[in-house]
Nanobody, 125 residues
């Protein structure tokens, strides 16, 4: 079983940057696709980004249209998945969740089996 713990949230001004990290424990880390979702107050949880392990040293990353070119998801051999967020916008204030998936549609919340507790990101205008 995989366990996830997020960190790195906080307060940032609009236009600023934050880097979120997700510490992953569990011996089957390499077989999971890892994703980031976010949930703003009063809204449904939405897909932000995902990275899948395709084998070897390469992996693929997919992003929500709203964050393409500003956010970057990455994972390393030390069992950490990160989300670099640049040019943050006020409306991106939300709780950000790390999640692990054994397969399925990458943007579909139902494809993710394990979730972290979330980390709050607040963007001041």
């Amino acid at each position: 079983q995989v366990q996830l713990v997020e960190s790195g949230g906080g307060l940032v001004q609009a236009g600023g940057s934050l880097r979120l990290s997700c510490a992953v424990s569990g011996r089957t880390f390499s077989s999971y696709a890892m994703g980031w979702f976010r949930q703003a107050p009063g809204k449904e949880r939405e897909f932000v980004a995902t990275t899948s392990w395709s084998g070897g040293s390469e992996y693929y990353a997919y992003y929500a249209d709203s964050v393409k070119g500003r956010f970057t998801i990455s994972r390393d051999a030390k069992n950490t998945v990160s989300l670099q967020m640049n040019r943050l916008q006020h409306e991106e204030k939300a709780v950000y969740y790390c999640a692990a998936s054994r397969g399925g549609t990458y943007w579909d919340i139902e494809s993710y089996d394990v979730w972290g507790q979330g980390t709050q990101v607040t963007v001041s205008s």
